[in-house]
């Protein structure tokens, strides 16, 4: 069975920290590995990683990819308020970049 | 362009009562993934379609729950009968191609309460 584990469940932080969550997987044909962020509504996608060492970056979100030990990174630079959210990374795998299997989220809050 | 549009976005049911979910992709995708989600276990699967046909439905709890694609443009996740462990938010996501590696899109959700 596929599993995603996220770590650290909650975090808390103050405006300007940088952070970093983590993201570790066990899967079979593993296809790419995804972020979203969560506010109220519904997962809004970030990134999309297919393959290892190579960083993806948007604006001060940037995620990495380790195939071989099998864990993705995301960092968020200057935290602001409006990064409060829940940050889910999810592992395609099996015969469908769709089919999906979510960690648990990291829950992010950062006060002003 | 819309998004993915579900309804209703909030019920609230009594339990033993059907619910019917709707969904409509985004124009174009030709994939179709219903999630749900709760504070004990996350976003899982239910069930997922490619062109209109369902290809996994080992995520469907029980046999309470049907999901059907009758075109491109809709599909409903039906609960019959409902009862209060059902009670989640149920996602719809679409993608272009899901064997393709283009990523999916999810609605706004439909939040459920099953008293």
Known sequence: ?112 | DAGVIQSPRHEVTEMGQEVTLRCKPISGHNSLFWYRQTMMRGLELLIYFNNNVPIDDSGMPEDRFSAKMPNASFSTLKIQPSEPRDSAVYFCASSRDSSTGNTIYFGEGSWLTVV
């Open chain 1, 1 to 112: 069975e596929d599993k995603v584990v996220q770590s650290p469940l909650s975090l808390v932080v103050h405006e300007g920290d940088t952070v970093t969550l983590n993201c570790s997987y066990e899967v079979t044909n593993f296809r790419s590995l995804l972020w979203y962020k969560q506010e109220k509504k519904a997962p809004t996608f970030l990134f999309m990683l297919t393959s290892s060492g190579i960083e993806k970056k948007s604006g001060r979100l940037s995620s990495i990819l380790d195939k071989k030990e099998l864990f993705s990174i995301l960092n968020i630079t200057a935290t602001q308020t409006g990064d409060s959210a829940i940050y889910l990374c999810a592992v395609a795998g099996g015969t469908s970049y769709g089919k999906l299997t979510f960690g648990q989220g990291t829950i992010l809050t950062v006060h002003p």
